[in-house]
């Protein structure tokens, strides 16, 4: 069971907004800690998605968005496109368990 | 160009051991905190270890302390994993990763994973 939880899977139809959760505790997201997202396609490595809660790397669409509130971290999805059909992770640290922890990620089927 | 090359997987039986390598290009290899995160077939993302900079410093997942050793020698830019006591629960996908930051950082850099199979 992973730390950080997230729902196994979301879905919607191309051009759609989606939203996926990260849910954490006291000891990770809600210590202040930054909330990272992977996407993962499907047998490749997974790849920075949004880093420092909100930031996006350069080449990152501005049609995913993250935000942060409390214990919980949100990854958006706007305009849906069949290619973003893959696997998402967030991932944080957690200063009980000493280490980076991610959620048990999501997956996202385009409809 | 970041680059970053894992190798030494393999096939081995419970209990048994292996050592995997990282090796990184690049960048300047003793300034970035470096780790393992594994993937096990149809799971999840699980990290394991991280190691900073002179090799000092060390931190592991519950899930490994005192069977895995993280190690690096920043002379040749290569990380190792020395895996002993393997369980058949420690199949997987074994990916080395850059972290850009301080323990709280993010990922910005991966290799594209070595393969363990634990089994008799």
């Known amino acids: 069971q992973s730390i950080l939880t997230q729902p196994p899977s979301v879905s919607g139809a191309p051009g759609q907004r989606v939203t996926m959760s990260c849910t954490g505790s006291?000891?990770?997201?809600?210590?202040?800690?930054?909330v990272h997202w992977y996407q993962q396609l499907p047998g490749t490595a997974p790849k920075l998605l949004i880093y420092?809660?909100?930031n996006r790397p350069s080449g990152v669409p501005d049609r995913f968005s993250g935000s942060k509130s409390g214990t919980s971290a949100s990854l958006a999805i706007t305009g849906l496109q069949t290619e973003d059909e893959a696997d998402y992770y967030c991932q944080s640290y957690d200063s009980s368990l000493i280490g980076s922890v991610f959620g048990g990620g999501t997956k996202l089927t385009v409809l | 160009q970041v680059r970053l090359v894992e190798s030494g997987g393999g096939v081995v039986q419970p209990g048994g051991s292996l050592r995997l390598s990282c090796a990184a290009s690049?960048?300047?290899?003793?300034?970035?905190?470096m780790h393992w995160v594994r993937q096990a077939p149809g799971g999840g993302l699980e990290w394991l270890a991280v190691i900073w900079y002179e090799g000092i410093n060390k931190d592991y997942a519950d899930s490994v302390k005192g069977r895995f050793t993280i190690s690096r020698d920043n002379s040749r830019n290569i990380m190792y994993l020395q895996m002993n006591s393997l369980k058949v629960e420690d199949t997987a996908l074994y990916y080395c990763a850059r972290i850009r930051g301080d323990s709280g950082g993010y990922f910005d850099s991966w290799g594209q994973g070595t393969l363990v199979t634990v089994s008799s």
């Open positions: 420092g809660d909100t």
């Open positions: 006291s000891s990770n997201i809600g210590a202040g800690y930054d």
């Open positions: 690049g960048f300047p290899f003793s300034r970035y905190g």
